[in-house]
């Protein structure tokens, strides 16, 4: 009896010591975005005939978004969301963050000229859809606006 309670002994050290210390690799949740700072979410929105392509955008939350605004009509256009909590990174060819590219309430924007081409980096702090449309006037009432759905 001695030996089998030592053979058993002998076993149950041998399987622990196999399986006791080794090492898990942390895995970052695939859902929380936030854990890959790499990740980046690069969009591109062309005017044309007075309207946005896509009209429908999407990004993910706490993820860097660079949104580049190419304008392809005889006319200036700009781009700019309301009321968007966001931590800007880059306002682009715009001199200082509040002239066009993010206001103390919450709007960003992007501005280019006929032919002209302007970028707007930024991270989306909280998940939604905002609607997004150029304010030059009349622009936004004869349907130049879409949505930005974040994830």
């Not at 966001?86 to 006929?114: C, R, T």
Request: charged share 25%; aromatic share 6%.
């Amino acid at each position: 009896m001695a030996r089998f309670a030592l053979g058993i002994a002998i076993v149950a050290a041998l399987f622990g010591a196999g399986c006791g210390d080794v090492a898990v690799p942390d895995h970052p949740d695939p859902l929380d975005h936030r854990a890959d700072q790499s990740a980046r979410d690069e969009l591109r929105l062309v005017t044309t005939d007075a309207k946005f392509a896509p009209a429908k955008l999407t990004a993910r939350t706490g993820v860097t978004t660079v949104l580049t605004l190419e304008n392809n009509d005889d006319i200036e256009h700009d781009f700019q969301i309301d009321d968007i909590d966001v931590e800007l990174m880059d306002w682009g060819d715009n001199e200082d963050p509040h002239d066009g590219g993010h206001s103390a309430d919450g709007d960003i924007s992007v501005h280019a000229g006929s032919g002209q081409s302007d970028s707007i980096t930024f991270v989306v702090n909280e998940p939604g859809m905002y609607e997004f449309y150029c304010t030059i006037a009349g622009h936004k009432e004869s349907g130049m606006a879409g949505t930005l759905h974040v994830e």
